[in-house]
């Protein structure tokens, strides 16, 4: 199975930042994403910060283009709008198999949802996570109390933007039960997934975590120029 994190950097668009453009017209971003799932032949696709309907986006819905775009293979899909006072965004996961078990959290400072697919005969549980930037540690203790409600043993995937350098301590709240799958590929290349130009250097990576599963490669993909975060994506299989 091949899952893809991103943070479309819909909440840049009141920054001073080069993104301003993009997002007043969001279709060309919403074609580059397609074209670069189909591509890479994306299973899962985890998003942070889609532009709602709003008038910073050029009045435009980014989930219903999303879907749109990528009906013909990520069929299935889930959104959850953010809580105020960023109610002009939302998470939302496209995946190639069904949803099952979907569940949301919408806790002020870790936004999160989670849901199961089947691939064959096995069964991932993923996590979408987008932890709040002012108080990351704390969101990620809420984050870690979330899981433990809804995942017990088997394959699991977390992925999305933590706000957390990779040398933090709070990551430690995950461990040992899961690994950073970068860590476990020898990768260092996937955590530069932050546009420094926009962001600079205090914020963090995206991450995929796994429990239960073997990642065979993770990369970031810095072709895709169209947000303050790039791409992550994971292969993985069952341990």
């Not at 009045?59 to 999303?66: F, H, P, R, S, Y």
């Not at 959290?105 to 069964?123: D, Y």
């Not at 549980?125 to 979330?146: I, K, S, W």
Request: proline letters at 6%; charged letters at 25%.
């Amino acid at each position: 199975m091949k899952v893809m994190t991103l943070n479309l950097g819909g909440g840049a668009v009141r920054q001073r930042s080069p993104l301003v453009p993009m997002y007043r017209n969001a279709q060309p971003v919403i074609d580059a994403l397609a074209a670069l799932a189909a591509r890479e032949e994306i299973d899962v696709l985890l998003l942070q910060e889609v532009p709602l309907k709003h008038r910073w986006h050029g009045g435009q819905d980014g989930t219903a283009l999303l879907r749109q775009a990528l009906t013909g293979r990520l069929s299935h899909s889930r959104f959850a709008q953010y809580p105020k006072p960023r109610r002009r965004l939302a998470l939302m996961v496209l995946s190639r198999f069904p949803i099952r078990g979907y569940k949301v959290t919408q806790a002020k400072l870790s936004r999160a949802q989670t849901f199961v697919v089947k691939v064959g005969r096995r069964r991932f549980r993923l996590f979408n996570y987008h932890g709040d930037v002012h108080q990351p540690m704390e969101a990620l203790t809420g984050f870690r109390r979330f899981i433990g409600q809804n995942y017990q043993r088997g394959a699991c995937v977390l992925g999305g933007d933590f706000n957390l350098r990779a040398d933090s301590p709070a990551l430690a709240e995950l461990t040992p039960r899961f690994k950073d799958a970068c860590v476990e590929v020898g990768g260092g290349d996937c955590h530069k997934t932050v546009n420094l130009e926009v962001h600079g250097p205090r914020l963090g990576p995206d991450y995929i975590w796994v429990a239960g599963c073997t990642p065979s490669s993770v990369r970031s993909l810095p072709e895709f120029a169209f947000s303050d975060h790039l791409p992550v994506v994971a292969e993985l299989r069952r341990a």
